[in-house]
């Protein structure tokens, strides 16, 4: 069937460093792809979204890739900060019905400073 | 802008109980979704609706009813309630088009069942 699969958390990093939060998928369609941010407290809210193949998408700092050929939508920050403590969610939603958003299990990150 | 706003945002219940949650979103979108948020196991999805009185069965659905009798509302019903469950249930919107940017979510309703 249709699925994300992504890193495990908890992360715990400190200010300054990087971040990869690998997010695999499976699907025969040809998805479009996303990454949400859960900040405490808070629902989760749309990073950013990359419709195409070898595009890559980005926000706040935040980047990702998405590669057909590995199936991957690798998230990346090349110095991260406190204040991007939250969960990170990555997303696919297919042509055949694009009203639905299916979501990987959530890694949470936290910075340390 | 608009808002979703979901009560209650705490939900105390009893094994075996009925509980019914409300969600309301200003945007005047048309889709409207309940996911369930547990550790480690992301967003599920229970119930989604294209349209007033419309519904459609997510991944979940099973022990859960929904109603969507106005375009700006969308209740979850938990038909009976499971001792020790504990979850956080997300109301969410969006437009219902091919080119739908995002989900807007409200912040959750906590449940936890004694």
């Known amino acids: 069937g249709d699925s994300v699969t992504q890193t495990e958390g908890p992360v715990t990093l400190s200010e300054g460093t990087s971040l990869t939060v690998n997010c695999s998928y499976e699907?025969?369609?040809?998805?479009?792809l996303f990454w949400y941010v859960q900040y405490p407290g808070e629902g989760p809210q749309l990073l950013f979204k990359?419709?195409?193949?070898?595009e890559k998408g980005s926000n706040r700092g935040f980047e990702a890739t998405y590669n057909k050929e590995a199936t991957s939508f690798h998230l990346q920050k090349a110095s991260v900060q406190e204040s991007d403590s939250a969960v990170y969610y990555c997303a696919l939603r297919l042509m055949s019905n694009y009203n639905v958003l299916y979501f990987g299990s959530g890694t949470k990150l936290t910075v340390e400073p | 802008g608009g808002i979703i706003t979901q009560t209650p945002k705490f939900l105390i219940g009893q094994e075996g109980q009925k509980l019914t949650l409300k969600c309301q979103q200003n945007?005047?979108?048309?889709?409207m979704y309940w996911y369930r948020q547990d550790s480690g196991k992301g967003l599920r999805l229970i119930y989604y609706s294209i349209t007033e009185n419309d519904l459609q069965k997510g991944d979940l659905s099973e022990g859960y009813d929904a109603s969507r009798e106005k375009k700006s509302s969308f209740s979850l019903t938990v038909t009976s309630a499971q001792k020790n469950e504990m979850a956080v249930f997300l109301c969410?919107?969006?437009?219902?088009?091919?080119?739908?940017?995002?989900?807007?979510f409200g912040h959750g309703t906590k449940l936890s069942v004694l």
């Open positions: 699907t025969k369609q040809y998805p479009t």
């Open positions: 990359v419709p195409k193949a070898n």
């Open positions: 945007f005047n979108h048309d889709t």
């Open positions: 969410a919107s969006s437009i219902a088009h091919y080119s739908n940017e995002r989900l807007f």
